[in-house]
């Protein structure tokens, strides 16, 4: 006997009707990706991009529904010895640094296994050096014990001009340098990377290292060496590696001029511009040639209110199908209050859970990250580039800049007549918002109030569901919001220490003075107390 | 401006390189294959086969050694008239890329290539195959080569003999392309089958996706099962897309392919549905666990869904016509074309490629696509292939191409495939224009 089949609510797949309740794996979109969790494990000199392309990785995956999070040992070691006072501390004959070092990397370990094991994670991203064949033994142990699959990605890079420009960009304003100008910072930096490189041990394709899974990532992405992909993520982690670059550029998002039916309050459809979208369009055009930039692509959907819009800039465009709106099923063309009116049922289900929920013989926001995402990939691997979409859409593109999750997506807020400038910076994406100054409808639906609580027990957690890139387990500063100062508030200075050998001082960095006394017997306690701080970590 | 996005401006040239038993021409012809799919013009030039133009009957291996100069002279011009052929697709034929399948091994001739390629403001890529493990090699010769016309007269050791001394004539001058000398080149080399790679300066979005596929390709032997959705309710009445159940006849079916697939006692079957009702109630009958893509669901047939043809025919009998002018192109109004559907594919190719076994069951059109993609048919014929309701088709991937085999679950269904009529024109009568209808309810 066939098992009869019910269509679930809210995302309209149809299951096993005994079989409603939330079970993870079963009605994916995509088939889900991998089974035995992954460690990708980077590996490279400091300042060869490795936390960039963590976190850049990781925000991805978790924008395409892979839960992935980025453990860096350096953070790690940030929490365990509040100040840094040299590079004398990465020296490898200093040796309790060393230990401290390693118990940091452990704790790392430590914290990826629960986040594999018992947090629901996928993927989990080991930002460190890694850079000795002792230390990747260690690692690829730990992954052997717990079933994870291993895989390595390797920067590579001996440009003077790159990596002093990656020192520049990330290093000079970490928490390490907090204190110092940017001179001393590179200075101490640069020495600090010397002590990395006696003991660097690339990965050996041809012998030591020929049966790991790994890609080499050499000269920022003018090169790769790709051995041994074993599944469906490292594939699709290789060809996202090749496909992003570190240009300086800058993508505009912007929706279509107001359309008429906007002007209406009815959803989808194809209608074209309204007088004010036409006003909206004009602008768009002289906005753009202020900008002064050299190539900009132009994209639109292939629906008439952007290619309206697209057609006013008066240079070429391409039209993407993929970028067209929501496809709103048999509401489309309808206001909210006549879906309210026809469908009440409908209605609730999509304030109930907006992200999951697939309008009847339409689509979800779900859908729409799956539709859009060979966009990104080719978004990664322009220059610049202007998009002329639909609200949806753009929610979609700006959860995947600004690391938003499912739950936030679908209430972004991204007006008509509003460009939005996206510039990457740093580790991140700054985000400048630019109004056009033409009036327009506002077609912004927020959270209704009673709704503000977590998805219905129905929904099925599966693949494609954005997450936000989790923050790491260590409260730190944040540094990644670049609007905000670095956070100001430092531990008590003297009795912490980064050095333990009374012979290793500091050296003195023009104008302060970082060391007080070296007492023995305060380093000693310290150290211990580091120890039983780090091994609690379970 | 475009319907699609421009993959690539300038034209580019795939250009070979590798000792013979490479898997040079297997990866020529189906990344030739799989260009020409996605919409991008490409068209193979195998320079082996200009040679047996010029020398009609080929003797032994003596042809290839480096000292014969007047054969050097021969195949020296089969490149050039290759190239040749080569410009003549991209300037008059408006094709986009054009795979050059040869053994290139020679730095002289990949400088011959390339100065051609930079008078005429081609891009160059080129594809390095490299293969020591001499089981691959041993393989490979008898898959593809013994069929060869060179070696229709001879038995399977005698040709063996001569290929293999064939090989060693081009091993002595064979210089692979220099990671130091060659640095500025655009490149893949692929080392045993594809267990590592060496990617060098991607240009471009064409080239990044040459390499995405070349990647995931694999030469593993095994199957893979097309089968459509048991009979539907709409099927029954002859109304297209909409989200029905099975008839009772197509309970049966599924039934029957449950039993045809345990049959078939296959490792590891992975099983794909949409996410149509149809699809996955024909999945539940095999009670194994399977997987539903968004990407498999049937064309959206738009303002036409759930519609017959002769409701179709008369409510919109221009649009009916419109179809009938170019299937593959013509999208229903809010809803999709074939050609949307290949696009909306393109991930569950990528992913076939990367698996295993396989049984995909899908809807029509989907069908037809894939069936398309495999059998390597263009997009005039892709709308009109058939696929019917309670028939698998099983796809081996052999030599340079894909034996299918087709197997009819013997249980009765309607037929819903419309051959293209004769008169397609915008004011043709209703007869015309339903003369191809299937029967139905």
Not at chain 1, 42 to 70: C, D, E, H, Q
Not at chain 1, 283 to 293: C, G, I, P, S, T
Not at chain 1, 404 to 413: D, G, H, N, R, T
Not at chain 2, 67 to 88: F, G, P, T, Y
Request: charge should be neutral; include cysteine; hydrophobic fraction near 35%.
């Amino acid at each position: 006997m066939p098992r009869e089949l019910t269509q679930n609510r809210i995302q309209k797949i149809w299951v096993p009707t005994k079989d409603d309740k939330p079970a993870p794996r079963r009605a994916a979109c995509a088939p889900h990706f991998a089974n035995p969790p992954t460690v990708i494990v980077m590996v490279g000199l400091p300042a060869r991009g490795k936390t960039y392309m963590s976190k850049k990785l990781t925000r991805y995956l978790n924008w395409i529904g892979m839960p992935t999070k980025v453990f860096n040992v350096g953070e790690y070691r940030r929490e365990a010895v509040k100040n840094y006072s040299s590079y004398d501390f990465f020296k490898s004959d200093n040796e309790c640094a060393v230990k401290i070092r390693q118990q940091c990397a452990l704790a790392a370990l430590r914290d990826v296994k629960s986040y594999l094991k018992e947090e629901g994670g996928q993927v989990a991203v080991f930002d460190a050096t890694n850079t000795t064949r002792e230390r990747r033994d260690m690692i690829l142990q730990f992954g052997s014990e717990n079933s994870f699959k291993i895989f390595f990605i390797e920067s590579v890079c001996d440009d003077p001009s790159v990596i002093a420009s990656n020192i520049m960009e990330v290093k000079v304003s970490c928490p390490d340098y907090r204190d110092c100008n940017k001179n001393d910072a590179m200075l101490d930096f640069q020495r600090r990377i010397e002590c990395y490189k006696t003991s660097y041990q690339p990965l050996d394709p041809n012998q030591y290292d020929r049966d790991l899974s790994f890609i080499k990532v050499i000269d920022v992405g003018r090169r790769f060496l790709v051995n041994r992909i074993q599944d469906h993520i490292q594939s699709k982690i290789v060809y996202y590696l090749m496909n992003i670059h570190v240009q300086p550029r800058t993508i505009y998002l912007c929706r279509h001029g107001e359309s008429t039916d906007n002007v209406e309050g009815r959803l989808g459809g194809d209608a074209g511009l309204s007088p004010r979208g036409k006003q909206f369009s004009d602008a768009l055009a002289r906005f753009v040639e202020e900008q002064q930039l050299k190539d900009l692509k132009v994209w639109s959907s292939q629906l008439c209110r952007s290619i309206e819009t697209a057609e006013h800039l008066g240079v070429p465009y391409e039209q993407w199908k993929a970028l067209n709106e929501i496809d709103a099923g048999i509401c489309e063309e309808m206001t909210y209050d006549e879906m309210k009116e026809k469908f009440p049922e409908e209605f609730a289900l999509r304030d109930e859970d907006k992200y999951y929920y697939r309008y009847p013989a339409g689509e979800s926001y779900q859908d729409l990250v799956q539709r859009v995402e060979p966009v990104i990939m080719d978004l990664e691997r322009q220059e610049n580039v202007l998009v002329i979409c639909h609200q949806a859409v753009m929610r979609c593109l700006l959860a995947y800049f600004l690391d938003k999750s499912a739950e936030e997506m679908p209430y972004l807020k991204c007006p008509l007549h509003t460009v939005l400038k996206l510039t990457p910076v740093a580790y991140g994406c700054k985000v400048e918002s630019i109004s056009l100054n033409v009036e327009a409808v506002n077609t912004h639906r927020d959270r209704p109030e009673e709704m503000k609580k977590g998805p219905g027990t129905l929904i099925r957690r599966n693949s494609v569901t954005p997450l936000t890139s989790p923050e790491s387990n260590i409260k730190k500063p944040r540094i990644d919001d670049l609007d905000e100062s670095p956070i100001q508030e430092l531990p008590p200075p003297v009795a912490s220490l980064a050095l333990c050998s009374p012979s290793h001082l500091p050296i003195t960095l023009a104008g302060q003075h970082w060391l007080g006394k070296v007492c023995l017997r305060t380093i000693l306690q310290y150290l211990k107390a580091v120890s039983l701080f780090v091994f609690q970590r379970t | 401006f475009s319907s699609v996005p421009q993959f690539c401006n300038s034209p580019t040239m795939i250009v070979m390189v590798g000792l013979p038993a490479r898997g040079k021409t297997y990866i020529s012809k189906k990344l030739t294959r799989y260009l020409n799919w996605i919409g991008v013009p490409t068209k193979m030039f195998n320079v082996g086969q200009y040679r047996r133009e010029a020398v009609k009957i080929y003797k032994n291996f003596e042809f290839f050694k480096p000292d014969n100069e007047e054969a050097m002279r021969i195949r020296k011009a089969c490149a050039a008239a290759a190239l040749k052929d080569v410009a003549a697709y991209f300037s008059k034929e408006q094709g986009q890329v054009a795979v050059f399948d040869a053994t290139n091994t020679t730095r002289e001739r990949r400088t011959v290539i390339l100065s051609y390629a930079k008078e005429r403001g081609y891009k160059v890529f080129f594809v390095e195959s490299i293969c020591d493990d001499p089981e691959i090699i041993a393989e490979n010769i008898k898959q593809v080569k013994f069929g060869s016309p060179d070696y229709v007269d001879r038995n399977v050791d005698e040709a063996m003999e001569d290929f293999v001394q064939r090989i060693d004539c081009y091993r002595a001058s064979y210089m692979p392309i220099d990671d130091e000398k060659d640095r500025k080149l655009s490149y893949i080399k692929i080392f045993d089958v594809g267990s590592r790679y060496l990617v060098n300066r991607v240009q471009d979005h064409i080239q990044s996706r040459i390499v995405y596929y070349l990647m995931n390709i694999h030469v593993t032997p095994r199957s893979i099962y097309l089968s459509r959705h048991g009979e539907s309710e709409l099927n029954l009445s002859g109304r297209i897309g909409g989200d029905s159940g099975l008839s009772p006849r197509g309970q049966k079916y599924a039934n029957a392919l449950a039993a045809f697939i345990h049959g078939q006692n296959i490792r590891e079957l992975k099983v794909w549905t949409s996410h149509m009702k149809r699809t996955i109630q024909t999945a539940e009958a095999l009670g194994v666990q399977y997987e539903q893509w968004k990407a498999l669901n049937e064309i959206d047939a738009g303002v036409c869904e759930e519609l017959t043809y002769e409701e179709i025919q008369q409510n919109l009998p221009q649009e009916f016509a419109l179809r009938d002018q170019d299937k593959y192109r013509y999208r229903y109004p809010k809803g999709e074309s074939y050609e949307d559907l290949v696009h909306r594919l393109e991930p569950v190719i990528m992913e076939l490629e990367r698996q295993e076994n396989v049984l995909v069951i899908c809807h029509q059109a989907v069908f037809r696509c894939l069936l398309a993609y495999f059998l390597d048919k263009p997009a005039d014929e892709l709308p009109y292939l058939r696929c019917p309701l309670h028939t698998v088709l099983k796809l081996t991937p052999i030599a340079y191409g894909c034996k299918v085999e087709s197997f009819f679950l013997n249980i009765e269904a309607v037929n819903t495939h419309r051959e293209r009529p004769v008169n397609v024109d915008v004011n043709r009568n209703p007869e015309d224009a339903l003369q191809t209808v299937p029967d139905h309810i």
